[in-house]
């Protein structure tokens, strides 16, 4: 048997989740020629072709399906095995790290993020993926190592969850705005029309009921899939957005934001794991690590909000 590169085991569950050479070398941080590479050895260490092309992705062989069952639990065991027991060197951690998350909050908090694991532990890399369903079946399988989310059933029950900041939904304007100069009125959303967003669960829908319950009864313009995609039209529009304040921060750059002419309900970011990873020493310092960075970035800003205002300075 050919002595086995450890590393593969990562470019292993890489191609199997991803079914895809270029998109598994964008989660490792490595080329696609040599995630390529990588798979030509896992066949010959296997003796399996273990993804096959069926279009333009690849789908896992008989062996690969049942490897991609087994892969997370061989992988927490070898890191078990192999990674520090009481003690953690994080100058020498090499590891790379997957956080799920929906849009705006890499583009917030991701160079943050990436810049305080650089400092303490600069061989380590940090992976945000996106999240387009609410499942927590990539923390279970280990192909993502956090998760951000605001809680509700449909989270594994076992999953474990750590509160990061309280957010609230804000109007987005363009710069030139007609009605960036004054407080938004429930009327501008008749005038200049507003971007809805698409909800596959009716108690999402939580912004359009605090409208129809302010008796704002006017129909999306237009109907988007993601705030990243709202704030965009209401850039190079006169319509008006609707977004979470801090969690889009990073793609508010050309705007206006403003507040609602409505009373919407606050709702809480929280971050999430799985427990099989709660005892795993670099996943703890990871957890502290987004924790601290997150939660003081939201700090700072609130305070500098009430340096700000006037009005609440003054109370």
Same mark, same amino acid.
């Given at each position: 048997?050919?002595?086995?590169?450890?590393?593969?085991?990562?470019?292993? $569950?890489?191609?199997?989740?991803?079914?895809?050479?270029?998109?598994?070398? %964008?989660? #490792?941080?490595?080329?696609?020629?040599?995630?390529?590479?990588?798979?030509?050895?896992?066949?010959?260490?296997?003796?399996?072709?273990?993804?096959?092309?069926?279009?333009?992705?690849?789908?896992?062989?008989?062996?690969?399906?049942?490897?991609?069952?087994?892969?997370?639990?061989?992988?927490?065991?070898?890191?078990?095995?192999?990674?520090?027991?009481?003690?953690?060197?994080?100058?020498?951690?090499?590891?790379?790290?997957?956080?799920?998350? %929906?849009?705006?909050?890499?583009?917030?908090?991701?160079?943050?993020?990436?810049?305080?694991?650089?400092?303490?532990?600069?061989?380590?890399?940090?992976?945000?993926?996106?999240?387009?369903?609410?499942?927590?079946?990539?923390?279970?399988?280990?192909?993502?190592?956090?998760?951000?989310?605001?809680?509700?059933?449909?989270?594994?029950?076992?999953?474990?969850? %750590?509160?990061?900041?309280?957010?609230?939904?804000?109007?987005?304007?363009?710069?030139?705005?007609?009605?960036?100069?004054?407080?938004?009125?429930?009327?501008?959303?008749? *005038?200049?029309?507003?971007?809805? #967003?698409?909800?596959?669960?009716?108690?999402?829908?939580?912004?359009?009921?605090?409208?129809?319950?302010?008796?704002?009864?006017?129909?999306?313009?237009?109907?988007?899939?993601?705030?990243?995609?709202?704030?965009?039209?209401?850039?190079?529009?006169? #319509?008006?957005?609707?977004?979470?304040?801090?969690?889009?921060?990073?793609?508010?750059?050309?705007?206006?934001?403003?507040?609602?002419?409505?009373?919407?309900?606050?709702?809480?970011? $929280?971050?999430?794991?799985?427990? %099989?990873?709660?005892?795993?020493?670099?996943?703890?310092?990871?957890?502290?690590?987004?924790?601290?960075?997150?939660?003081?970035?939201?700090?700072?800003?609130?305070?500098?909000?009430?340096?700000?205002?006037?009005?609440?300075?003054? *109370?």
């Amino acid at each position: 048997m050919q002595k086995l590169d450890l590393n593969l085991l990562h470019a292993l $569950s890489a191609l199997l989740q991803e079914g895809s050479v270029v998109a598994a070398s %964008r989660r #490792l941080g490595i080329t696609p020629s040599a995630t390529s590479r990588a798979l030509a050895r896992l066949r010959d260490v296997t003796g399996d072709p273990l993804l096959v092309r069926a279009g333009r992705g690849l789908v896992p062989s008989p062996r690969a399906a049942q490897i991609k069952q087994q892969l997370p639990r061989v992988m927490d065991e070898v890191g078990a095995l192999l990674g520090p027991g009481s003690s953690l060197d994080l100058a020498a951690l090499e590891r790379v790290f997957a956080i799920r998350c %929906r849009e705006g909050f890499a583009e917030t908090f991701g160079p943050l993020l990436i810049e305080a694991v650089a400092k303490e532990a600069p061989l380590c890399r940090l992976t945000f993926l996106q999240k387009t369903d609410k499942s927590s079946s990539m923390l279970r399988d280990g192909s993502a190592d956090l998760e951000t989310a605001v809680l509700s059933d449909r989270i594994g029950p076992e999953v474990r969850g %750590r509160r990061l900041f309280e957010d609230r939904y804000v109007a987005v304007l363009s710069s030139g705005h007609p009605a960036a100069t004054q407080p938004l009125d429930a009327d501008a959303f008749g *005038r200049f029309g507003y971007v809805g #967003l698409y909800r596959e669960e009716m108690e999402e829908h939580f912004v359009e009921n605090a409208m129809l319950q302010a008796g704002i009864e006017q129909a999306p313009s237009a109907i988007v899939a993601n705030h990243a995609a709202a704030i965009a039209l209401a850039r190079q529009s006169e #319509l008006i957005a609707m977004v979470p304040g801090i969690h889009t921060r990073g793609l508010q750059a050309g705007v206006t934001v403003s507040e609602l002419p409505f009373e919407a309900p606050p709702f809480t970011i $929280s971050l999430l794991w799985h427990p %099989r990873l709660e005892a795993d020493l670099a996943h703890r310092w990871l957890r502290s690590v987004v924790v601290d960075t997150v939660t003081g970035w939201t700090r700072q800003r609130h305070l500098g909000e009430i340096q700000q205002s006037p009005e609440q300075s003054s *109370r």
